[in-house]
């Protein structure tokens, strides 16, 4: 009889697309999936280490096993992905729970991983690759509503902003072979999915075969090749986004409006701190470029608040920035230190916590008024959504999302799911596009 495994995701993206590949070698080895820990002979927890809170919840994950593991001695305990990496061997001799820790590069010698910690051995296997990109695994797709799917073309990231430990963890920077992508896009169509998302830590640094292949043409190549399919991508980076890419997503009707570029701070001064490679103006010049030759694309962003040096005047210049983009949504976060990074090891981390907290919610005080207006700015207007299930609140409501990426619920047959309608936006919360169905027979 086969092994159960249960996995855990937390972070980004990117995480759910490697513990689809992790899924996928398990399977491949006589292992088969459970949504029951209390049914698992392996429980896996694919962790983040971006901030410091995501590695408490893990911590808090990890006691809780700790009590499974009391009631089933045999049950084996690993951890994935950035945390490990970044805690490596300490993780294991903290946490007596772990059994094998294992980075984001290494997954591929599970199955050998595992039979040595069945003999008994703690393992420990976090060597980063400068080439690995799983180009020949097939991901085991368990977490997605069989809509929307993610297909990673690069992994790492080079850029070493000081702030960031994504280079520490995730290692540097590599594209995938162009054709491997174009053979999982296919795949994705012809297993029924409706949209994918492209993926990397800046998919605008893609480059195959120094320089004969960009993101802006790998973006249109994608996008031809699967004309029936909406085609997404994350993220973005200011200082590397061409306009090249900018005229492929509005080129292709199929390539989404909708673009999530980082700015982290509208202060100069604080994006020389923080190495980001660009200035204010520099950042502003990208969204006039963006406005200007895709008039409907909605524009995301994330900002950290409080980062080293950051003054009262930094603080404002971020206010005056999220104004002048008029962002329709953002991720924000308080400045948490991250070990190793330059940051931790040469920038005082000065701001005051209240400071910190207060400054991080006059941010968010912000960004829910412009999301709010940015909602009111599509009333009345229809839009092209793509269905992906009921409405968790009302049955007999249905959500999915448009072009923009923004969440549109409306009263609908649930045989619609997964086919692409036409609703005419009626109201709207600060969060969502609320609408009645105009045309469900496209
Ligand atoms: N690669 C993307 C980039 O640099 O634009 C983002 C990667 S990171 C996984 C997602 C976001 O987490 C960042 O854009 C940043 O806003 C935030 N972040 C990263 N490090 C952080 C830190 N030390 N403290 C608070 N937020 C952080």
Redesign the pocket.
């Known amino acids: 009889m086969n092994k159960k495994f249960y996995i855990e995701t937390y972070?980004?993206q990117m995480n759910v697309a490697d513990s689809e590949l992790v899924a996928n070698i398990l399977r491949n080895n006589n292992f088969e999936l459970t949504n029951d820990h209390k049914q698992a002979d392996l429980v896996l927890i694919n962790t983040c280490a971006?901030?410091d809170k995501a590695e408490q919840r893990v911590i808090g994950r990890l006691g809780f096993f700790k009590s499974a593991k009391r009631n089933n001695p045999n049950l084996k305990i690993g951890v994935l992905g950035c945390m490990a990496q970044r805690m490596k061997q300490k993780l294991a001799d903290e946490q007596h729970v772990v059994d094998f820790v294992m980075g984001p590069d290494t997954y591929k010698r599970l199955p050998e991983v595992l039979e040595n910690v069945n003999n008994g051995t703690r393992e420990i296997d976090v060597v980063l690759s400068k080439k690995e990109t799983y180009d020949d695994l097939k991901p085991y797709r368990y977490n997605d509503n069989k809509i929307s799917g993610f297909v990673s073309i690069s992994r790492g990231?080079d850029?070493m902003?000081t702030?960031?430990?994504?280079p520490f963890t995730r290692g540097r920077e590599r594209s995938r072979n162009p054709e491997s992508i174009l053979n999982e896009v296919i795949d994705l169509r012809n297993d029924g999915y409706k949209e994918l998302t492209l993926l990397g830590?800046?998919v605008d640094k893609y480059n195959w075969n120094k320089g004969e292949l960009k993101f802006a043409g790998l973006l249109e190549m994608v996008a031809k090749e699967v004309p029936d399919m909406r085609v997404r991508f994350a993220?973005s980076?200011p200082q590397d986004m061409t306009d090249e890419v900018l005229y492929a997503i509005k080129n292709y009707d199929n390539i989404c409006k909708y673009i999530h570029l980082?700015v982290?701070s509208g202060s100069t001064r604080m994006l020389g701190i923080m190495k980001r490679g660009y200035t204010r103006e520099w950042y502003l010049n990208r969204i006039e470029a963006i406005r200007r030759i895709i008039p409907n694309c909605a524009i995301s962003t994330?900002?950290?608040a409080g980062f080293c040096g950051e003054t009262e005047e930094d603080h404002l210049q971020t206010l005056d920035l999220m104004q002048t983009v008029q962002y329709d949504y953002a991720?924000m976060?308080?400045?948490?230190?991250?070990p190793n990074?330059y940051?931790a090891r040469r920038l005082p981390d000065d701001v005051p916590e209240d400071d910190k907290s207060r400054r991080l919610s006059e941010i968010i005080e912000l960004q829910n008024k412009l999301s709010l207006e940015s909602n009111k700015r599509d009333m009345n207007k229809v839009f092209e959504v793509l269905v992906e299930g009921t409405s968790k609140r009302d049955e007999n409501r249905l959500y999915g999302r448009n072009s923009q990426n923004k969440v549109v619920i409306f009263e609908g047959d649930k045989s619609l799911i997964g086919s692409l309608v036409d609703v005419k936006v009626e109201s709207h919360t600060q969060a969502t596009l609320l609408g009645k169905l105009v045309n469900s027979d496209k």
Do not use: E
Not at 333 to 338: I, M, T
């Open positions: 972070g980004c971006v901030r990231c850029n902003c702030f960031c430990i994504v830590q800046n993220t980076y980082p982290q994330d900002i950290i991720y976060f308080k400045y948490s230190v991250r990074t940051a």
